[in-house]
């Protein structure tokens, strides 16, 4: 029964993210706002909302270490995603079609990263509140870099013309799909978390590396199918743009989870080891930067080599984890 309801609500979860993916689409070529806009921002968002909410159900269960794993393996797996998606393009790799302006979201995620894992490790125990200082640091620093993202990329003074728009859904049909598509997330997620963790608990395996393998692959399915439904329409800035948009709301959504932690600092009752985590997601967010600015063709026989070296790390990093029992 577990196996049922994990694969069913799965199915749902991916079926309303390809309709995001499509809505989504739709609104940047609607408002005249650039897809990686939509992607780093909206989209990201909405996709990463069960991250979010696995966040928050850990944290009810005095689970933090899951929590924290859940997020910190999710940026993790987002660059495995984008190492695969580069990959598969056999004609011409991802990486090389997008704006190089996605470096500044994936710098935003970079930085982010850094200043979590930073405040894992030091243990600045200053509150604001129940909040600690830490959290608001890093969400302000999130809003700052949306601030950013938004003022280097204007809408067009021009909007689109109609024939231009032609087989495009209008805009208010577009936000009530992308509205529905997100609810259906919403409703679904609990039951795929839920279904996840008990066959993970079957396995065996720690609640820390149950949070960053299994739930944080869970929950990364939106931006699976988001990001695979992009691509298929040929929206390769919104693609990229979820994957490196979601690594720094998972940043962000982890400094928001202090509000409803009131046991004390939240990034302080994270484990130190999953500083390792955060590490990780750091360095292979920074190889798929590497690849967006990097405009040369760099060919292994038929195998892109930045793109190889993202799945290979990942695939390291998690052995590391496993072997280590972090959590």
Not at 43 to 51: F, I, K, N, R, Y
Not at 155 to 182: D, K, N, W
């Amino acid at each position: 029964m577990t196996w049922l309801v994990f694969l069913a609500s799965a199915a749902v979860l991916v079926f309303a993210a390809t309709k995001l993916a499509e809505s989504g689409d739709a609104i940047a070529a609607r408002t005249g706002l650039s897809q990686m806009f939509v992607g780093t921002l909206l989209l990201a968002a909405a996709t990463s909302l069960p991250e979010f909410l696995t966040t928050i159900n850990s944290l009810s269960q005095g689970v933090p270490d899951m929590a924290a794993g859940n997020l910190l393996g999710s940026s993790m797996f987002n660059m495995f995603l984008l190492g695969v998606l580069d990959l598969l393009g056999r004609q011409a790799r991802i990486l090389r079609r997008v704006a190089t302006r996605h470096a500044l979201s994936a710098g935003l995620a970079i930085a982010l990263t850094t200043l979590v894992v930073f405040f894992i490790l030091a243990g600045i125990d200053i509150h604001i509140g129940w909040v600690g200082l830490d959290s608001l640091l890093v969400v302000a620093l999130y809003i700052a870099g949306v601030w950013l993202i938004r003022s280097n990329n204007p809408v067009p003074s021009e909007p689109p013309t109609e024939p231009e728009l032609e087989g495009v859904p209008s805009l208010p049909r577009a936000l009530i799909s992308f509205a529905l598509a997100t609810g259906a997330m919403l409703l679904v997620t609990p039951w795929l978390v839920r279904s996840g963790r008990e066959i993970a608990e079957i396995t065996g395996l720690g609640a820390g590396f149950i949070g960053t393998a299994l739930l944080a692959i869970v929950t990364s399915l939106p931006e699976v199918a988001t990001s695979i439904a992009a691509v298929r329409l040929g929206a390769y800035d919104l693609a990229v743009g979820n994957l490196f948009g979601s690594n720094a709301f998972n940043m962000f959504a982890l400094g928001l989870a202090d509000v409803f932690y009131t046991q004390g600092r939240f990034l302080g009752a994270i484990a130190p080891e999953f500083a390792l985590v955060g590490l990780l997601g750091l360095l292979l967010t920074s190889l798929g930067l590497i690849g967006n600015l990097t405009r040369l063709e760099r060919r292994l026989l038929f195998v892109e080599v930045d793109a190889l070296a993202i799945i290979l790390l990942y695939f390291a990093g998690m052995w590391f984890l496993f072997s280590r029992g972090i959590g």
